[in-house]
Nanobody, 126 residues
């Protein structure tokens, strides 16, 4: 599967953005998905994950209650709705896919994710 993230941009603190992850390939529904981010000079960190069936989701504490992950297997797409953005959310955001047999498994660490998109820049000004 190939992934392409988009939707990033410059937004003021308190604003919202919706990131998209478009996938190619016929087996999109067999992958658990995740969003990660990397700020300048920092390590990549987990943001949110969703299972194959959308029955399971998991969020990093830093964004819980502000971000929502979703997917539509029929459209080969996933999204990350980001509300109440803060300057510390500034980073390059990546979507990733992990092959998974279980329909409700999610992963909050990078190792299982085999495929990664190219990243989209999110900048939140104060």
């Amino acid at each position: 599967v190939q992934l392409q993230a988009s939707g990033g941009g410059l937004v003021q603190s308190g604003g919202s953005l919706r990131l998209s992850c478009a996938a190619t390939g016929r087996t999109f529904s067999t992958y658990a998905l995740g969003w990660f981010r990397q700020a300048p000079g920092k390590e990549r960190e987990f943001v949110a994950a969703i299972s194959r069936s959308s029955g399971g989701t998991y969020y990093a504490n830093s964004i819980k209650g502000r971000f929502t992950i979703s997917r539509d297997n029929a459209k080969n797409a996933a999204w990350l709705q980001m509300n109440s953005l803060k300057p510390e959310d500034t980073a390059v955001y990546y979507c990733a896919a992990a092959p998974e047999y279980s329909s409700n498994t999610v992963y909050s660490f990078g190792t299982p994710y085999r495929y990664w998109g190219q990243g989209t820049q999110v900048t939140v000004s104060s």
